[in-house]
C-alpha cells in the first residue's frame, strides 16, 4: 500500500518553515526521506526507525509516530537547494521475507528568493 | 564502482520492439529494487529481488515486464512489445539489510514512439 504525503506542493520564500506529512495504513519498520531534483536520481535524506532511532546526514529533522504510523518531515530556515521533489518510502514486511520499500506520490517544494 | 548503474541512460524504442535495461547494483547489496517513475509522479514499486530471489512482482504492469537478477548481482528489466504507456524513468535502487538507507541509479528514460 503507498504511503500518503501532503500537501502535494508547497512554495516557500528563503528562511520561511515546511512540514511535510507521510502516512500509511500498513505497520511499518522504518521510514525512509529522499529528495530528487529535476532530472536527477533520488537521494537519501534520513531513515527513521521504530524505537525512536534516527539516521542521517543533513540538517533536516524528523519524526515517526509508530502507533499512527505517520512521518512528519521538517525543513527550517529553508534555502534555494532544499528545492525539489520530497518522497516519503516505508520498509514494511510484505510477506515470505521480503520488505519492500515504497515511495508516496511526493511534495513539490519550491523556494524562492 | 562506488554507485548503482544503470545503463542505457537514453532509450527510443518503436512500438512493439522489445527492449532490455540493465542495473549493475553496489557491491554486496542484498536487495534490489525495480521502480516505474512517470513524469511528476513518485517512484511506483515494479518488482523486488534479494540476492537472485524475485521474492515480489506484484508491481509488474503486464507480463510484458519480466525482470531477472540471475548471480544475485547484475539486473535486467526487460520489457516485451513495448506500449507508449511504457514510457517512463526506470529506476534501479540496491539496499544492504532493512533499517539501512537504498541508493538509486540514474535511471534510464524510455520512451516508446
Known amino acids: 500500500q503507498q504511503p500518503v504525503q501532503s500537501p502535494q506542493a508547497v512554495i516557500l520564500r528563503e528562511g520561511e518553515d515546511a512540514v511535510i506529512n507521510c502516512s500509511s495504513s500498513k505497520a511499518l519498520y522504518s521510514v525512509h526521506w529522499y529528495r530528487q531534483k529535476h532530472g536527477e536520481a533520488p537521494v537519501f535524506l534520513m531513515i527513521l526507525l521504530k524505537g525512536g532511532e534516527q539516521k542521517g546526514h543533513e540538517k533536516i529533522s524528523a519524526s515517526f509516530n509508530e502507533k499512527k504510523q505517520q512521518s512528519s518531515l521538517y525543513l527550517t530556515a529553508s534555502q534555494l537547494s532544499y528545492s525539489g521533489t520530497y518522497f516519503c518510502?516505508?520498509?514494511?514486511?510484505?510477506?515470505?521475507?521480503?520488505?519492500?520499500?515504497?515511495f508516496g506520490k511526493g511534495t513539490k517544494l519550491s523556494v524562492i528568493p | 564502482g562506488a554507485g548503482v548503474s544503470q545503463s542505457p541512460r537514453y532509450k527510443v524504442a518503436k512500438r512493439g520492439q522489445d527492449v532490455a535495461l540493465r542495473c549493475d547494483p553496489i557491491s554486496g547489496h542484498v536487495s534490489l529494487f525495480w521502480y516505474q517513475q512517470a513524469l511528476g509522479q513518485g517512484p511506483e514499486f515494479l518488482t523486488y529481488?534479494?540476492?537472485?530471489?524475485?521474492?515480489?512482482k506484484s508491481g509488474l504492469p503486464s507480463d510484458r515486464f519480466f525482470a531477472e537478477r540471475p548471480e544475485g548481482s547484475v539486473s535486467t528489466l526487460k520489457i516485451q512489445r513495448t506500449q507508449q504507456e511504457d514510457s517512463a524513468v526506470y529506476l534501479c535502487?540496491?539496499?544492504?539489510?532493512?533499517?539501512?538507507?537504498?541508493?538509486f541509479g540514474q535511471g534510464t528514460r524510455l520512451t516508446v514512439v
Open positions: 529481488f534479494q540476492n537472485e530471489a524475485q521474492l515480489d
Open positions: 535502487a540496491s539496499k544492504g539489510p532493512i533499517y539501512t538507507e537504498a541508493f
Open positions: 518510502g516505508t520498509e514494511g514486511n510484505s510477506g515470505a521475507g521480503s520488505y519492500q520499500l515504497t
